[in-house]
């Protein structure tokens, strides 16, 4: 089982990038799964999360402009950026809190990062 983070980039200030996670293996559930970001200095901290029956939460740093989402069916979680900062500057981590698979144990996942650069 692995988590594969895809969509990160350059953008201009106010622009939108959208991220997406996918759980690869024989994975038949995968219960929470976030977002987190760090940046150069920082610690890692939780930017959104989302439960399989979609309840979401989010900092408040980017509540009305991020938005998590998730397609249960295809193990996937996404991550739409919008009207994005300089202080959103960071490489963006996804995370599924528990992983259900035919060939793995039950735990945690981290995927790779991906970084997101805002320029002003």
């Known amino acids: 089982v692995q988590l594969q983070a895809f969509g990160g980039g350059l953008v201009q200030a106010g622009g939108s990038l959208r991220l997406s996670c996918i759980v690869s293996g024989r994975a038949y559930r995968v219960d929470v799964m976030g977002w987190y970001r760090q940046a150069p200095g920082n610690q890692r901290e939780l930017v959104a999360s989302i439960t399989r029956d979609g309840t979401t939460n989010y900092a408040d740093s980017v509540k009305g402009r991020f938005t998590i989402t998730r397609d249960n069916a295809r193990n996937t979680a996404y991550l739409q950026m919008n009207v994005l900062k300089p202080e959103d500057t960071a490489v963006y981590y996804c995370?599924?809190?528990?992983?259900?698979?035919?060939?793995?144990?039950?735990?945690?996942?981290w995927g790779q990062g991906t970084l997101v650069t805002v320029s002003s």
């Open positions: 995370n599924a809190d528990r992983i259900y698979s035919l060939t793995s144990p039950v735990r945690a996942y």
